[in-house]
């Protein structure tokens, strides 16, 4: 009885995800981002991506052009198949994201919200050739991994058990040999057990599986990635440096991660070129971009304050059931590897950190946008708008640079 109750709620749940997904807010998003990652055209550090791909080739390694040193390969070696082609491969990993946030959302209970797919530091992510865009899929699909494994293992065959612990012990790897940072990766193992431990002997028992399981594909990925660094003879990237930490880079990578347009990007010379059918007077141009610069600011406010309310809701309902918990202790997570990459890196940088988080950034979003619904129609409209109008500015930039010469 108590295995078909579960065969008959996972029947349900996969209605309700298949339902989900063929919703037109999710089919829209994947439309947006397959056009932003055609049209987007590398500049800065996703082109540097592209050369050090390329640079396989050449040395049979992921060189890094800039530093001399090489990276961590799966990604590179991706985009090198890819070649020319990068943009389909940012496609399929842009469609398969929102498909694995929307099934993350589904499971938490919360229906997901179009504006969920549109927060600046997802799609600046995921429609440029950035290898946190594959960390970010690879950490999607852990999540929903370890979601699996937490389900009544009673009712779990012992093959489907072995192929969700064989799932978690891969991605574990792939990690590793995607991104460096994702060396803190045993970190993961240990926060599910601060929420938890409480719980009955199966949940610890599958506490023990999930870190064994985690343990140990990160040790493979460490001991391959280990040998490829020391084949190609070079050093490992690393552009850690401790620094002084203040306030405005505090909101440099608050800026960063909620806005589409930096303030101090949008320049007077920017205001001419897209206003060039008009004569504008040069002092009245200094005005319009100071406003816009303002604007900008505003807008960022506007589109942090649903993912900060949904952060709080998350950890509220933390009792909920074990789904709840499982989400916040990867939360907790998260925020260790951002908060110590904030310490040891560009805050300029900071969107692409934002990745750890970003498996539940439909949730927390579409979490906070009920809520404020609840309380303010006029602040959700407000900041409804807001994400509008990022995603319209970046869209907007991201044409002038594909046609500009």
Request: proline share 4%; aromatic share 16%; glycine share 4%.
């Amino acid at each position: 009885m108590r295995q078909q109750a579960y065969l008959d709620d996972n029947s349900q749940t996969r209605k309700t995800v298949i339902e989900r997904l063929l919703d037109p807010s999710r089919i829209l998003a994947m439309l947006v981002f397959v056009f932003l990652s055609i049209i987007t055209k590398p500049y800065g550090d996703p082109y540097s991506i592209i050369v050090t791909s390329r640079n396989i080739g050449v040395y049979g390694f992921a060189l890094d052009p800039v530093s001399n040193q090489v990276r961590a390969p799966l990604y590179y070696y991706l985009l090198y198949y890819f070649n020319d082609y990068y943009s389909i491969l940012q496609v399929i990993l842009s469609v398969s994201v929102i498909t694995l946030l929307s099934s993350i959302s589904v499971k938490l209970r919360v229906k997901p919200s179009i504006f969920g797919f549109l927060l600046p530091a997802l799609y600046m992510l995921m429609t440029r050739t950035y290898v946190n865009s594959l960390t970010l899929l690879l950490l999607s699909l852990l999540l929903l991994a370890t979601f699996s494994l937490f389900t009544d293992m009673e009712a779990l065959t012992s093959g489907t058990c072995m192929l969700i612990i064989g799932a978690i012990a891969t991605l574990s790897f792939m990690l590793v040999i995607t991104r460096e940072s994702m060396l803190m990766l045993p970190l993961l193992a240990i926060t599910p057990w601060i929420f938890l431990c409480r719980e009955n002997l199966r949940i610890k028992r599958t506490l023990i599986l999930f870190s064994t399981a985690l343990v140990g594909g990160w040790l493979f990925g460490y001991l391959a990635y280990s040998a490829y660094i020391s084949l190609s003879g070079l050093a490992p990237y690393s552009e850690f440096e401790w620094r002084k930490l203040s306030l405005w880079e505090v909101y440099v990578a608050f800026a960063y991660t909620y806005g589409s347009v930096i303030p101090w990007e949008v320049k007077p010379a920017d205001i001419c070129s897209y206003l060039f059918f008009l004569e504008i007077p040069d002092s009245v141009v200094i005005y319009i971009t100071l406003l816009l610069r303002i604007l900008i600011v505003a807008l960022q406010v506007l589109v942090s304050i649903p993912f900060i309310i949904g952060l709080y809701k998350a950890f509220k309902s933390i009792n909920l059931d074990i789904y709840h918990e499982i989400s916040v202790s990867y939360t907790v997570f998260s925020f260790l590897i951002i908060g110590g990459l904030f310490i040891v890196k560009r805050p300029g940088d900071f969107f692409k950190y934002f990745c750890y988080i970003l498996p539940l950034s439909n949730y927390f979003i579409s979490l906070g946008f009920n809520t404020i619904k609840e309380h303010s129609s006029a602040l959700y409209k407000l900041c409804a708008l807001s994400y509008i109008v990022m995603l319209s500015l970046w869209t907007l930039r991201t044409l002038r640079l594909r046609f500009s010469t």
